[in-house]
């Protein structure tokens, strides 16, 4: 990524890596991601974020066409992943007297990371630093978005606010950086959905720290939001901050109980036993949600089967067993589960199997570990779920129910 003067004291100085199909082994890319740092001119000069070592090269290049590496005096690590602090050490090595600002929570990451003592300084939310007559850097910290220690920077002059990996997304845009450049059809087919599909991941597990965050920022005046991945926002910012809002607020329940069943079915039995469980918790009252999980996954189904879990207070899994294991879509999708905030739900596990039901032991086991509330009996059924193997199924959802309902 070309070095971007943003204002008269503020630089882009990030990469781009537009071929990455895969973010942290987690998250499937369909338009790779950037890895956003900025360069603050002033009599004190400050970088706010690094980048992954890998690009190390690129980014000590963009740095060099503004200013020499040892007239850095702070490096802001605003979140400690190595996709933001990366290069920091190779970076201290040509710039000598700067001096490292993080969170309060983020010393100890620090230390374990590089494995070596460094120079810091702990910023909290009453922490100022000056680093001109009229340049003023202010800190926010924003604990869980999305680890521990992350915290935004808020340069009050400029009115803009650096927010880490709130409000990012994992999208190299067509051309230019900001989201003013996009065409409506650009932002509305490709970057929306990846905006969406990261908080979702992302973010929503921490849906009230999102919140407690807003509270912070919501006197601040912002013309620019600059976030560590994706497009910077200098358009819609409102707007952009209030779908995370919307997003973050769970919608009333009204007392209804909500009960979403997601299933994997090779020959359709787990699909005909999803549906007939459906329709009994119809029958009880209970709203549903169904998704089967298929093979590949879509990045707006994947949102969508999410956002139903999220607001949900149980969910109900269900797959076929093959070769004592986990329909592999099932099995990736677990794992995805693992960004949702699932502890306390109610859960429930059902499927076909052939001689072995070791598959939905499986199931029950990862959702034990999420802190989900597993109903004792699983439902299960051998090859193809008959009338009189379906009716079976009236003890399972009795037993749902009366934990929807508090009964232990």
């Known amino acids: 990524m070309p070095v971007v003067k943003i204002s008269e004291t503020v630089y882009s100085i990030g990469v781009k890596h537009p071929e990455l199909d895969v973010f942290d082994l987690l998250m499937p890319l369909k338009h790779g991601t950037t890895y956003n740092s900025f360069l603050i001119k002033g009599e004190k000069n400050v970088i706010i974020d690094t980048v992954k070592l890998k690009f190390f090269d690129e980014f000590i290049g963009n740095i060099k066409q503004i200013i020499d590496p040892a007239a850095i005096d702070y490096i802001v690590i605003q979140h400690n992943e190595l996709d933001h602090s990366g290069s920091l050490l190779k970076l201290l090595e040509l710039a000598p007297k700067a001096r490292i600002v993080i969170s309060k929570a983020a010393e100890n990451f620090l230390a374990n990371s590089f494995n070596s003592k460094l120079d810091v300084t702990k910023a909290d939310d009453s922490t100022e630093i000056k680093i001109g007559p009229s340049q003023t850097l202010k800190f926010v910290a924003a604990p869980f978005l999305h680890w521990p220690d992350t915290m935004f920077t808020y340069y009050r002059e400029e009115k803009t606010l650096f927010t880490c990996d709130a409000f990012g997304a994992h999208y190299c845009q067509r051309n230019g950086v900001y989201s003013s450049e996009m065409s409506r059809e650009e932002y509305d087919t490709d970057f929306f959905a990846q905006f969406k599909i990261y908080y979702e991941i992302i973010m929503r597990v921490y849906s009230t720290k999102v919140v407690a965050a807003y509270n912070k920022i919501k006197e601040m005046e912002i013309d620019l939001l600059l976030p560590s991945h994706g497009p910077f926002i200098n358009s819609g910012i409102g707007t952009h901050i209030k779908h995370y809002l919307d997003w973050s607020f769970a919608p009333a329940s009204a007392g209804v109980k909500k009960a979403v069943i ?127 193997k379906l009716i079976a199924s009236d003890a399972f959802v009795n037993e749902l129910v009366a934990s929807l309902n508090g009964a232990e």
């Not at 109900?316 to 502890?343: H, N, Q, R």
């Open 262 to 388: 997601v299933y994997s079915s090779m020959y359709g039995s787990t699909m005909k036993m999803a549906y007939h469980i459906e329709s009994l918790l119809k029958m009880r009252g209970i709203k549903t949600f169904v998704a089967e999980i298929p093979f590949a996954m879509s990045e707006s189904q994947m949102s969508a089967v999410i956002a139903e879990i999220s607001s949900a207070d149980a969910v109900l899994f269900g797959s076929s067993t093959v070769c004592s294991t986990v329909l592999k879509p099932m099995w990736d999708f677990l794992f995805f589960l693992a960004t949702v905030e699932l502890k306390g739900k109610t859960a429930g596990v059902f499927g076909s199997f052939g001689w072995d039901p070791q598959g939905l032991k499986i199931i029950e086991l990862v959702l034990t570990n999420y802190k989900m509330k597993v109903i004792k009996d699983m439902y299960k059924v051998k090859f193809v779920p008959s009338e009189e």
